[in-house]
């Protein structure tokens, strides 16, 4: 009980509060109109003895007039706000599209200079790549088509810079498996190469050579299975290739001896040596130390008999030996 009470002494409250307002704003707008009604007039007097001119405006009229001269202004100073903002996008429309231009010379510099180192390292890269025996089908294979771009005008530069522009990863694309290849390519023939005797086996000269040649001592002609280098006393000897010493030995002609097998059926020996660096079965690499030079029963200079063989068959060495010494 003691709510319902209060609930209808506040909505009491309330009604009287709004009933108040309700006077207010009836004795107002009674007020307002009375005002509005209300008229200002307006006398002119002449210096002269013309009668004096006299016109009188209600409230409500100049109020009007103010009004519309107050919408006037609005709407001139927005027409000139407007009018300045579009002035102002013009002129940053307008230095956006010089800086644009800039950008695109530019630009355009950057591609010509990328698609002439390009075509240079594309031209170097293709030389090397069908030197080293790759497939020239895929040097000379097909530049992108023009076709692909028909969403352009073919006689527009942003055509031409694109078609240049696809050519360029089209060659690149090519570069790359090309470069693939290569390294492959270099990596088996490395291999291969470590496994070839292509060493000068000791720092000297020809002293003689393969086949058949007059012995300076005898005077007789001597069959020369391979090539004697003369040395200084003492010289390295190195492997010409990697490889295993399948035997080493010793004997009143040749001195100590080593014999190495490689891969492929190359083999190789190393003669006249007056000591041996390594043992029997050993690994060696191409350009390990096996030994040092020595010389022979039957010839008083220092030099290294040295010979490579494929299976059982003798080769000449200078075939294989580097035209430089090492």
């Known amino acids: 009980m003691k709510f319902l009470n209060k609930l209808k002494f506040y909505f009491e409250q309330i009604k009287e509060q709004i009933s108040s307002l309700q006077k207010f704003l009836n004795s107002h707008r009674e007020r307002l109109s009375k005002k509005g009604k209300a008229h200002f007039t307006f006398m002119i007097v002449p210096h002269s003895e013309d009668k004096p001119i006299s016109f009188s405006i209600s409230y409500n009229k100049i109020t009007q007039i103010f009004l519309i001269f107050f919408c006037f202004l609005f709407v001139c100073t927005f027409v000139v706000l407007k009018s300045s903002g579009d002035s102002s996008e013009l002129y940053e429309v307008e230095i956006s599209d010089e800086d644009f231009h800039k950008q695109k010379l530019k630009l355009e510099q950057i591609l010509k200079k ?10 170097k890269i293709s030389n090397l790549y069908i030197r080293l025996g790759g497939d020239p089908d895929l040097v000379y294979s097909k530049k992108p088509s023009q076709t692909r771009l028909d969403y352009l005008e073919a006689e527009t530069d942003i055509f031409q810079e694109t078609y240049s522009l696809n050519t360029d990863l089209h060659n690149l694309k090519l570069m790359n498996q090309q470069t693939r290849e290569m390294i492959k390519t270099i990596k088996e023939k490395s291999k291969t190469i470590q496994s070839t005797p292509s060493l000068w086996p000791t720092k ?9 040649y007059l012995s300076p001592l005898t005077g007789t002609e001597i069959q020369n299975n391979g090539v004697d280098i003369g040395a200084y006393p003492g010289s390295e000897v190195v492997a010409t290739a990697s490889g295993i010493a399948y035997e080493i030995g010793f004997s009143e002609i040749t001195g100590y001896y080593i014999k190495i097998s490689h891969k492929y059926g190359w083999k190789t020996i190393y003669s006249n040596l007056e000591r041996v660096q390594i043992k029997k079965n050993q690994l060696v690499s191409r350009g390990d130390i096996i030994g040092y030079v020595s ?7 220092y030099h290294l008999h040295y010979e490579v063989h494929v299976g059982t068959s003798p080769l000449n060495p200078n075939s294989f030996l580097n035209q430089f010494l090492n």
């Open 114 to 123: 990328l698609h002439e180192n390009t075509n240079i390292y594309y031209e």
């Open 204 to 212: 000297g000269y020809i002293l003689f050579p393969y086949g058949k």
């Open 295 to 301: 010389k022979s029963v039957n010839f008083p200079v």
